[in-house]
Nanobody, 122 residues
Framework: QVQLVESGGGLVRAGGSLRLSCAAS????????MGWFRQAPGKEREFVAT????????YYDDSVKGRFTISRSNAKNTVYLQMNSLKPEDTAIYYC???????????????WGQGTQVTVDS
């Protein structure tokens, strides 16, 4: 059984940083594509970033490019999302997900975590 558990969310002031973690079990993050999505109140879930299993490639939504960095630790079977220069519009529940495809579409991801709340105060 595949389980994804996010952590690291919280309240931060605009301009601050947070690092989200997604600990995986039942599936190796080194052999699957891993993604981060977010959902703000009243909005649809949207793509944030993804990291492919091979070759090691990362993709970002334009809204976070240059501010967020996705990475993984194969030894810890964990994926990270380093978020810098946070803005109030980054406020959302952030979800980790895994897929056998390289995709920005949430329908292509088959396992999801429970989410972690990120709130950016202006």
């Amino acid at each position: 059984q595949v389980q994804l558990v996010e952590s690291g969310g919280g309240l931060v002031r605009a301009g601050g940083s947070l690092r989200l973690s997604c600990a995986a079990s039942g599936r190796s993050v080194s052999n699957y594509n891993m993604g981060w999505f977010r959902q703000a109140p009243g909005k649809e879930r949207e793509f944030v970033a993804t990291i492919t299993w091979s070759p090691y490639t990362t993709y970002y939504d334009d809204s976070v490019k240059g501010r967020f960095t996705i990475s993984r630790s194969n030894a810890k079977n964990t994926v990270y999302l380093q978020m810098n220069s946070l803005k109030p519009e980054d406020t959302a529940i952030y979800y980790c997900a895994t897929s056998t495809r390289v995709s920005r579409e949430d329908n292509d991801y088959d396992y999801w975590g429970q989410g972690t709340q990120v709130t950016v105060d202006s």
